[in-house]
């Protein structure tokens, strides 16, 4: 069952904040983020554990709320680089040293002047 | 270059014909995945291979079949598909363990 991700789309001016938000109602082992620009391959961002955590470089930072099964994405002073698509992936063990790894449909973020 | 390399970048099939995909890694992951990227979907999960052995198939349809070799290359084998089926298909590697994946840039696939 896939990630339910929000909002669908944003647009934001450079130097303004936001956050996407995911959310699963299975338990989860782990929770990735990826950025898709247009015509490329999604790039890993981070990755967060169960046991609740948060992570960050640079000005993008994720935290991962285990209890409620929710992970956010947090962009502050957006760069005009930061345009794309936002996919976080929840993964659950899926037995036999196995995981499997769900995304959700994607954030669309564009930056403009 | 991601260090995941798919080919071929586009390719564009009849119904009626046969042809595969490949993928190569050459950064010492031992799990490699298909997915399938359509317009307006999520990223969805196809196949999963973990030390050349396939842990799951995702009920995906036999008109798609996988070949794992050697941990370094996947195959997709592709017959009798249907236009349906047209997507971007990627191709992702992750080391052992839990860790993020690197993608490809993917197969664009036309079905006519």
């Known amino acids: 069952q896939q990630p339910v991700q929000s909002p669908q789309a944003v647009i934001l001016r450079e130097g303004e904040d936001a956050v996407i938000n995911c959310s699963s109602s299975k338990a989860l082992y782990s929770v990735h983020w990826y950025r898709q620009k247009h015509g490329e391959a999604p790039v890993f961002l981070m990755i967060?554990?169960?046991?609740?955590e948060q992570k960050g470089h640079d000005k993008i930072s994720a935290s991962f709320n285990e209890k409620k099964q929710q992970s956010s994405l947090y962009l502050t002073a957006s760069q005009l680089s930061y345009s794309g698509t936002y996919f976080c992936?929840?993964?659950?063990?899926?037995?036999?040293?196995?995981?499997?790894?769900?995304f959700g449909k994607g954030t669309k973020l564009s930056v403009i002047p | 270059e991601t260090g995941v390399t798919q080919t071929p970048r586009h390719l564009v099939m009849g119904m009626t014909n046969k042809k595969s995909l490949k993928c190569e890694q050459h950064l010492g992951h031992n799990a490699m995945y298909w997915y399938k990227q359509s317009a307006k979907k999520p990223l969805e999960l196809m196949f999963v291979?973990?030390?050349?052995?396939?842990?799951e198939n995702n009920s995906v349809p036999s008109r798609f079949s996988p070949e794992c070799p050697n941990s370094s290359h996947l195959f997709l084998h592709l017959h009798t598909l249907q236009p349906e089926d047209s997507a971007l298909y990627l191709c992702?590697?992750?080391?052992?363990?839990?860790?993020?994946?690197?993608f490809g840039s993917g197969t664009r696939l036309t079905v006519v």
């Open positions: 967060l554990l169960k046991g609740g």
């Open positions: 992936g929840t993964e659950i063990y899926s037995g036999a040293g196995s995981y499997q790894l769900t």
């Open positions: 291979y973990n030390f050349k052995e396939q842990t």
């Open positions: 992702a590697s992750s080391p052992d363990g839990v860790a993020g994946y690197t």
